[in-house]
């Protein structure tokens, strides 16, 4: 806990940042749990449910960079946890492939999800309480669509900043095709703010590889300076840096085919 408000009181925002948090206002409240015991708990819960799932049923096979057991995972190094995203039910196997010790010190894990829905199944969900539900004991991080992009990342620096980590799909929704997609500027905008950690992840499906599931699990970094400083001034989609975590992330994706 001391470590968790330490960070916190480490990092001074910037203006704009500032200004971001300030216009951010939750919908839903409820939604987002106020403690983090249930949080915790659902995490854990689903780590011995999917566990033996993605043994029996998706032949999961996991292999795990070296370097990350030499990672000290303490609540005031802020982490984020990327990977390609192939299935709704990623974070649920991200989860279960994490060593379990490993996984308790990563723990409360965030990651956003929309309250609006298209989709007439998900609204049906919503409407009879569902998705409030899964959102609460998961302790997803609610926007609505219409929310500027500074306005749906703030609540994650927040997150990021009071200890805790956050799980984030670069590509920007599910990619079905072979290889990864173009990374969004959301992990960038978000690095800079913090100069978090990242670790990277690579699925690669049963369909895709014909065998097993396999997933990779890299070495954490961070977006080197350089890099950051040779983004264009006029780009505000940070395409350099992105296109850096997103070869951290192919490299492992090209070596889950072999």
Same mark, same amino acid.
């Given at each position: 806990?001391?470590?968790?408000? #330490?960070l916190?009181?480490?990092?001074? #925002?910037?203006? !704009?940042? *500032?200004?971001?948090?300030?216009?951010? !206002?939750?919908?839903r409240?409820? %939604?987002?749990?106020?403690?983090?015991?249930?949080? +915790?708990?659902?995490?854990? /819960?689903?780590?011995?449910?999917?566990?033996?799932?993605?043994?029996?049923?998706?032949?999961?096979?996991?292999?795990?960079?070296?370097?990350? &057991?030499?990672?000290?995972?303490?609540?005031?190094?802020?982490?984020?946890?990327?990977?390609?995203?192939?299935?709704? =039910?990623?974070?649920?196997?991200?989860?279960?492939?994490i060593? &379990?010790?490993? =996984?308790?010190?990563i723990l409360?894990?965030?990651?956003? @999800?929309?309250?609006? =829905?298209?989709?007439? %199944?998900?609204? &049906? =969900?919503?409407?009879? @309480?569902?998705? +409030?539900? %899964?959102? &609460?004991?998961?302790? !997803?991080?609610?926007f $609505?669509?219409?929310?500027?992009?500074?306005?749906?990342?703030?609540?994650?620096?927040?997150? /990021? +900043? *009071? @200890?805790?980590?956050?799980?984030?799909?670069?590509?920007?929704g599910?990619?079905? $095709?072979? @290889?990864?997609?173009?990374?969004?500027?959301?992990?960038?905008?978000?690095?800079?703010?913090?100069?978090?950690?990242?670790?990277?992840?690579a699925?690669n499906?049963?369909?895709?590889?014909?065998?097993?599931?396999?997933?990779? %699990?890299?070495?954490?970094? +961070?977006?080197?300076? $350089? !890099? /950051?400083a040779?983004?264009?001034?006029?780009?505000?989609?940070?395409?350099?840096?992105?296109?850096?975590?997103?070869?951290?992330?192919e490299?492992?994706?090209?070596?889950?085919? /072999?």
């Amino acid at each position: 806990m001391k470590a968790r408000k #330490a960070l916190a009181s480490q990092y001074t #925002a910037s203006p !704009v940042a *500032q200004a971001h948090s300030r216009a951010y !206002v939750a919908p839903r409240a409820q %939604i987002a749990p106020r403690g983090l015991f249930w949080v +915790k708990f659902t995490w854990v /819960l689903t780590y011995f449910i999917y566990f033996p799932i993605t043994r029996i049923c998706q032949h999961v096979k996991t292999t795990i960079d070296n370097s990350f &057991f030499d990672y000290d995972f303490r609540p005031d190094r802020p982490l984020a946890i990327i990977a390609n995203h192939k299935t709704i =039910f990623d974070p649920w196997l991200i989860s279960s492939v994490i060593p &379990f010790q490993t =996984f308790l010190k990563i723990l409360p894990i965030r990651i956003m @999800g929309s309250v609006t =829905f298209v989709d007439r %199944i998900a609204h &049906f =969900f919503d409407k009879i @309480g569902l998705v +409030k539900i %899964i959102y &609460f004991f998961y302790g !997803v991080i609610p926007f $609505e669509k219409d929310w500027t992009f500074e306005q749906k990342l703030a609540p994650m620096i927040d997150r /990021l +900043k *009071q @200890g805790e980590r956050v799980m984030i799909f670069p590509e920007g929704g599910l990619n079905r $095709e072979k @290889g990864i997609r173009p990374f969004r500027r959301g992990l960038i905008y978000i690095h800079k703010e913090l100069e978090m950690d990242i670790l990277p992840i690579a699925i690669n499906p049963k369909k895709e590889s014909g065998k097993r599931t396999n997933v990779i %699990i890299g070495a954490p970094f +961070k977006i080197p300076a $350089e !890099v /950051l400083a040779s983004e264009d001034p006029n780009d505000e989609f940070y395409t350099n840096s992105c296109e850096y975590a997103r070869k951290k992330v192919e490299e492992l994706y090209r070596k889950s085919c /072999l």
